[in-house]
């Protein structure tokens, strides 16, 4: 059984915006051609949406879909909750028919209400009739405890509790800085972040499922490159050795090799990739393996982490080619379901590298908008 939103088809909607033959080409969305579904167990409970300016455009055979949504939800259980991740379909096996997002670091008590927005683009084949444009169902609910809801279609147990580990670090490595320094010292290291977070490079990279990309970009002879590795010393997993096939702008098959020195079995790994220009310019190129990539490994064996992929990397709509290569262990899943995470202390050898988390750019908001105040007040809360 799922909540009691109402689903109107709106069949005739649907064929006029996909017959291809037809001069309409674009209409707005109502909200009852959205479906959100939620089981009658769910910890959340949807209070009101809208769907703004949502619109649907019929491109030849297929339509379109420029969501815009927001929706208010209610805490309905008994246990904090600090992540909530949405899966969004127009069609399951299309190829850009389906999306998610993911809100982490949240704090919503029970009986409070909160809103998520969803903004992404959809395509539906336009022959497809009846029932709703779009349907949202409930991937999962992390609570403050780490427990977990949902049904973990898209792996989002791990993602939200490897963001809800980073965010307890980051907010305890604030809180000492409050209690040590004071507003002043915490107001110093709200300035550092911001300004780091504003000079870091984003490096946009394009993914080759097999085979090599050819573009203009990829110029000068394949060769292999090794990985050199940042070593964490409370890292569970120890990466070994690795190796991508490297041509100007381009990497392919990248694949590193990891020990389990800790006595507990690992069934998730992730590598974080650093490249750097030429220049010695550095930029935070991804992770391997990818989310749905999952290994069985036992205290003191080894695996191989593979991608038959070909990255293509640019910034600023400029190639970046490929001079050295860095690796990292960026985040461990064991068998029981614990995450690790780097700590502060390591982490801060990639501050320049890394993006933020989404614990440390929501409390530089905070700062940002409201002042050192009520930072420390909204530290005070955890």
């Known amino acids: 059984m799922w909540s009691n939103v109402k689903t109107l088809?709106?069949?005739?909607?649907?064929?006029?915006?996909?017959?291809?033959?037809?001069?309409?080409?674009?209409?707005?969305?109502?909200?009852?051609?959205?479906?959100?579904?939620?089981?009658?167990?769910?910890?959340?409970?949807?209070?009101?949406?809208?769907?703004?300016?949502?619109?649907?455009?019929?491109?030849?055979?297929?339509?379109?879909?420029?969501?815009?949504?927001?929706a208010t939800l209610r805490n309905n259980g008994a246990n904090r909750i600090h992540g909530v991740t949405l899966r969004v379909v127009a069609q399951e096996v299309?190829?850009?028919?389906?999306?998610?997002?993911?809100?982490?670091?949240?704090?919503?008590?029970?009986?409070?209400?909160f809103q998520v927005r969803i903004d992404m683009q959809l395509m539906r084949p336009s022959q497809i009739t009846g029932g709703p444009l779009v349907q949202v169902d409930l991937d999962g609910v992390l609570?403050?405890?780490?427990?977990?809801?949902?049904?973990?279609r898209l792996n989002s147990r791990r993602t939200m509790t490897a963001c809800e580990m980073e965010a307890q670090r980051d907010r305890e490595y604030f809180k000492r800085i409050l209690a040590q320094a004071g507003r002043a010292g915490l107001q110093r290291e709200m300035l550092e972040s911001m300004a780091r977070q504003s000079e870091?490079?984003?490096?946009?990279?394009?993914?080759?499922?097999?085979?090599?990309?050819?573009?203009?970009?990829?110029?000068?002879?394949?060769?292999?490159?090794?990985?050199?590795?940042l070593k964490f010393p409370d890292s569970p997993v120890?990466?070994?050795?690795?190796?991508?096939?490297?041509s100007g702008n381009e990497a392919r098959a990248p694949r590193i090799e990891v020990r389990n020195r800790s006595n507990r079995p690992v069934k998730y790994v992730e590598m974080g990739w650093i490249v750097s220009d030429p220049s010695g310019k550095q930029y935070m190129a991804g992770s391997l393996p990818s989310a749905d990539s999952d290994v069985i490994l036992p205290?003191?064996?080894?695996?191989?982490?593979?991608?038959?992929?070909?990255?293509?990397f640019s910034a600023k709509g400029q190639p970046v080619n490929v001079q050295n290569m860095v690796g990292f262990v960026n985040q461990v899943e064991?068998?029981?379901?614990?995450?690790?995470?780097?700590?502060?202390?390591?982490?801060?050898?990639?501050?320049?590298?890394?993006?933020?988390?989404?614990?440390?750019?929501?409390?530089?908001?905070?700062?940002?908008?409201?002042?050192?105040?009520a930072l420390a007040a909204e530290l005070g809360k955890f």
């Open 9 to 70: 088809t709106l069949t005739a909607a649907v064929v006029l915006l996909g017959a291809a033959g037809l001069h309409a080409q674009d209409a707005a969305i109502p909200a009852g051609a959205v479906n959100i579904n939620l089981p009658d167990n769910s910890p959340l409970a949807l209070k009101s949406f809208t769907m703004a300016d949502s619109r649907a455009t019929a491109r030849g055979a297929a339509l379109a879909l420029d969501l815009h949504m927001s």
């Open 94 to 113: 299309t190829l850009g028919g389906k999306g998610s997002v993911t809100y982490p670091s949240l704090n919503v008590g029970p009986g409070e209400t």
């Open 143 to 152: 609570f403050q405890d780490l427990s977990f809801f949902g049904p973990d």
């Open 200 to 229: 870091i490079s984003q490096l946009a990279v394009s993914v080759k499922r097999s085979g090599r990309a050819v573009t203009s970009a990829a110029t000068g002879s394949e060769h292999d490159a090794e990985f050199a590795f």
């Open 238 to 246: 120890e990466p070994l050795k690795g190796s991508a096939r490297i």
């Open 299 to 312: 205290p003191g064996r080894s695996a191989r982490l593979l991608q038959e992929t070909t990255l293509n």
């Open 334 to 373: 064991f068998a029981d379901g614990k995450i690790w995470v780097p700590n502060r202390q390591d982490n801060a050898m990639l501050l320049k590298v890394l993006p933020s988390s989404a614990e440390e750019q929501r409390l530089t908001d905070i700062y940002r908008k409201r002042g050192v105040d």
